[in-house]
């Protein structure tokens, strides 16, 4: 049985001691995958103020570029999208981002020749990113590799 390490060239830089991705036999754990982009520590649809605060944040933004970026490791991996099989999503404020984040999730998830996986949603109180911007969502996948 395999277990190797997966470090995706275009998923954005990890931000703790992780892989973007483990493989053991033919089932690919991603780590938790956030909104940041490649080369960046910017956080797409965030809006600071002067000082640099985060006043704003466009979660619909947000949800985009995390699904792009698990996208980018899949790829990476070897596997692809459709071979999603469990999700599990975080976000900062149910309330506020549900309708926009589930909205938006069924365009990439939901309907025929999609890959339709599990998943659960959860409200946290914060992720972790850092500085005055934190991000609003992130997603932990299970996909399969075949």
């Not at 490649?38 to 956080?43: A, E, L, N, T, V």
């Not at 975080?90 to 589930?102: A, E, H, S, W």
């Not at 990113?129 to 934190?134: C, I, L, T």
Request: proline fraction near 7%; glycine fraction near 8%; include cysteine.
């Amino acid at each position: 049985m395999t277990n190797d390490r997966i470090d995706s060239q275009s998923a954005p830089e990890p931000v703790g001691a992780y892989p973007h991705a483990r493989r053991v036999g033919s089932t690919l754990y991603l780590s938790g995958v956030g909104p940041r982009q490649r080369g960046s520590k910017d956080i797409p649809g965030v809006t600071l103020d002067a000082s640099g605060n985060m006043i704003d944040y466009d979660i619909e933004a947000q949800c985009r570029a995390c699904f792009d970026n698990i996208r980018s490791v899949l790829d990476d991996a070897g596997s692809s999208f459709d071979r999603i099989v469990d999700v599990l999503v975080f976000l900062t404020d149910m309330r506020r981002d549900f309708p926009t984040y589930n909205r938006v999730y069924a365009e990439y998830f939901a309907g025929e020749g999609k890959p339709n996986p599990a998943r659960t949603t959860i409200e946290i109180s914060r992720l972790p990113q850092g500085g005055n911007a934190p991000i609003a969502i992130e997603l932990k996948v299970i996909a399969t590799i075949g």
